[in-house]
């Protein structure tokens, strides 16, 4: 399952969701804010996402890590709006009879969330201007072209 | 001549100053869409991680549009 | 850091002590007492410790995953006694600049952990008899060649 | 002949009945000391993941042992 919020992520409730008696593994994931990206000081972020295909393509993501390592159980939640240093923007859990799988699993679904979901974030920097992660560099090839 | 509906999202929304509009294009793929609409978007190609939906439908830049679709148009994508 | 501890290991607690403004990954790993192991319905599990030596041996690994994967916080709690099913019985967590990097170390941690450190687990079997996990085997062997 | 001070732990403890004991004993290495107790611990050889420690420092099983030194013998270990 995957869901996004506007609220803060409580990886401790949200990993109670992921127990089974019949799993002896935890794998847990989390992404945070941080206070520097390319070499710049990075005072806040703000996130977009579209939900309708945030939801359906991460759900594909998660039934292709279960097709990969059956008997999981998966789970993601994703931040929007404005975070500060140190919130957590992302978190994905898996649960799994073993350990190998727990890990290989989780670290399939964040890759892929990562690359695959409509989720757009603007840094706010200490020198007063933003940006879009990864969009600039786009932007300036297409000024060229133009 | 197709009408199509084009939203914009995130920094592509920003430059275009607008969150969709309806236009009559000659168009028969994404790929059109997205090179008809470069004055709004700002961006030459779909470069990177950018991708695109047809009707709430994650779709190639090859995939085929018609007369009456809406096709959302992301730039590079940046999650987690 | 390690600790070893008697009462329930609060995850989301521990966590926090990890936190760091350059910190952008977390990767936590727990390990859940299951109900079956190698074919058999597990009641519950005793886990005993040789305290001086897992502390220092666990020390070591951890230095170890900090000299291959640079800026990293890493911690880890081990619980003793008497576990039930569904229980945490190990809590590795990590903090890095990158997701790569906490993965790779939390997975470096908990592997060597799990053959390094002096802990024995002994599981009581819903038939009513018990064992020493990776244990018994080597007392046949021994049986045998008396 | 030196004098070694030896401890069982888990099932070694269980099969020695002991926590530990203070033997005399004709060793050069940690694998004598093994081999001289294995009427307690119950084990032929060091298999597996059993390991050895002299004075809570982990050794090999070539490791030597002096007189006075004691010897903490390791069952094959299960953490997490």
Sequence with gaps: ?146 | MKTITVRYFAMFREHAGLDEETLTLEVATTADVFGATRHRHGSAQPNGHCKVAVNDVMADWDSPVSDGDTVLLFPPVAGG
Tied chains: 1, 3.
């Design chain 1, 1 to 146: 399952m995957i869901t996004l919020t506007t609220a803060e992520i409580r990886p401790d409730e949200l990993r109670r969701q992921l127990f089974d008696p019949a799993a002896g593994a935890y794998c847990g994931f989390e992404g945070w804010i941080r206070n520097r990206n390319e070499g710049q000081n990075v005072l806040r972020l703000e996130y977009e996402a579209y939900e309708p295909l945030v939801l359906s393509e991460g759900e594909a993501v998660i039934e292709e890590a279960r097709l990969q390592f059956p008997h999981l159980h998966a789970h993601c939640v994703h931040r929007t709006g404005l975070l500060e240093i140190g919130d957590c923007a992302v978190w994905v859990g898996v649960s799994s009879p073993h350990r190998d799988e727990a890990f290989s699993a989780c670290r399939y679904i964040i890759d892929h969330l990562k690359v695959r979901l409509p989720i757009w974030k603007k840094e706010y920097y200490e020198d007063g201007h933003s940006g879009w992660v990864n969009c600039e560099q786009c932007a300036k090839h297409g000024a060229a072209a133009l």
